[in-house]
């Protein structure tokens, strides 16, 4: 492989880690503000649990289908609590 070459693939596995950071970075700070959201709107839900979300949703699980099923189920629970009286 001549230096050129050398180069040029150095530079291209650069600005990939370079693009993958950036990425990961504007991801962190996206579910920071979803998570602020969350809290203002009195979700009940952390960090984790929205970024599972967001990933369904990203893969094409409808929002608002998801969105009954998390209440259905919290209620589910609530109603477990009530029962058990945890």
Avoid: W
Avoid at 44 to 60: P, Y
């Amino acid at each position: 492989m001549s230096n050129n070459q050398n180069n040029s693939s150095n530079l291209k596995s650069q600005l990939k880690v370079s693009s993958l950071s950036q990425e990961k970075e504007e991801a962190q700070e996206t579910l920071e503000i979803i998570h602020e959201m969350s809290q203002i709107l009195n979700c009940g839900l952390d960090r984790q649990q929205l970024a599972i979300l967001v990933s369904m949703i990203e893969n094409g699980v409808n929002p608002e289908a998801l969105a009954l099923v998390v209440n259905e189920m919290k209620s589910e629970l609530n109603t477990y609590k009530k029962i058990h009286k945890q």
